[in-house]
T-cell receptor, first 114, second 111 residues
């Protein structure tokens, strides 16, 4: 059973470009969480999704950021018109969503905006 | 999610047990206590979780106070590879609950 897969592992974008980060949850997991970690800082919650639904997006910036988790395929975190301050490690996690279950994290995508 | 309080940092000697404390005085009856750790340059890793009873797995043990207002993660024999930031998280067992990370405890293991 493969773990949570994130790709790409490293992504370089110029200011103003779009960044697309992908997260394939573990088999059988229908819940996905996205987090951002700035250098030398903690993990900040961004968004929590179930298949085709956004459950909690309280940590998402109001502009330029969006997330989806379609019925088929990976979850996508999209950042439009990237700025240098978006440079960070982005982690996703998945869980089965059942009561009391744990979440498993991917190895992250390190976004660098130049 | 209810708040947890952990020491900012701790040190341990290699091959000695480590007790990492977590206070969660406002825990509710349906909150599970989760522990994760993050090694340098890696994604967070699940360690252990429990509700009321003490839990053991291959990585660690979780001791939960009788009133559930505190818990302790126990690493039985610390190795250099256990040096990481350890996070204690409360998560309601119901639907729609995310995992909120605090600053955690940075554990240093001395050879």
């Amino acid at each position: 059973n493969a773990g949570v897969m994130q790709n790409p592992r490293h992504l370089v974008r110029r200011r103003g470009q779009e960044a697309r980060l992908r997260c394939s949850p573990m088999k059988g997991h229908s819940h996905v969480y996205w987090y951002r970690q700035l250098p030398e800082e903690g993990l900040k919650f961004m968004v929590y999704l179930q298949k085709e639904n956004i459950i909690d997006e309280s940590g998402m910036p109001k502009e330029r950021f969006s997330a989806e988790f379609p019925k088929e395929g990976p979850s996508i975190l999209r950042i439009q018109q990237v700025v240098r301050g978006d440079s960070a490690a982005y982690f996703c996690a998945s869980s089965p969503g059942k009561r009391g279950t744990e979440a498993f994290f991917g190895q992250g995508t390190r976004l660098t905006v130049v | 999610d209810a708040k947890t309080t952990q020491p900012n940092s701790m040190e341990s000697n290699e091959e000695e047990p480590v007790h990492l404390p977590c206070n969660h005085s406002t825990i509710s009856g349906t909150d599970y206590i989760h522990w994760y750790r993050q090694l340098p340059s890696q994604g967070p890793e699940y360690v252990i979780h429990g509700l009321t009873s003490n839990v053991n797995n291959r990585m660690a043990s979780l001791a939960i106070a009788e009133d559930r207002k505190s818990s302790t993660l126990i690493l039985h024999r610390a190795t250099l590879r256990d040096a990481a930031v350890y996070y204690c998280i409360l998560r309601d067992g119901g639907d729609g609950q995310n995992f909120v990370f605090g600053p955690g405890t940075r554990l240093s293991v001395l050879p």
